[in-house]
């Protein structure tokens, strides 16, 4: 049996992104959310949503421009510290010990012990309520090389990603592969057979 939760954001796994901005004075800023996701193929686009009262939404909406850094989990503690202070009064990615390089295709710095980053152009921006989605086109992602399978495609057990349970304010370490995409369910399908777009 279910039992009833409420109307909450409970909803798994949530990822632990970092995005990362400048700010007026050319400044690199960095925040973690979890209010993220993809949310188109063509063009390639994704959303993050924040508070207007965070320094990222104000560094987001002026540069129109920004980057998703994934962490793995051994970069844990670093990303939670990005989530609870603010680029406003702490230079948060020094005293995390992150560093950045500049944007290859954005104006948006990326962090560089990150193993991935993805490049944005700022979309589309919509105000929902307590939070501001911010779809982002994505230009370009960048990842570790050694992240990479024999196939050149990115290794998904290799990056060693994590989620985040809002609901019991938790990170999770992300565990083995489970089978294929697209594949594991093959078994159930009716001849009519398979639809493979995302
Ligand atoms: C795990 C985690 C997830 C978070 N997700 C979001 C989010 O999706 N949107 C948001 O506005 N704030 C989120 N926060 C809070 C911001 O990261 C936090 O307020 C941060 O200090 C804002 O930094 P800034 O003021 O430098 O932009 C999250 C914090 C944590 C620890």
Redesign the pocket.
Known sequence: MKVSLGAATIALPLP?WVICTYDQHGRA????????GVCCSVPPCLY????E?????E?VSARRAFTVNIPSATQAAQ??F???????KVD?LARAGLTTVPGKHVDAPAIVEFPLTLECRLAQQLDLGS?TMFIGEILDVQCFEELLNADGKLDGAKIRAFT?CPADST?YATGPALGGGYQLGRALLPESGADQSG
């Open positions: 632990a800023n960095a925040m973690t959310a979890s209010w993220t993050f949503s924040a508070r009262s965070r320094y990222t939404y560094c990303t939670d990005l989530g609870i202070a603010s680029g406003r948060k939070h985040y990170y």
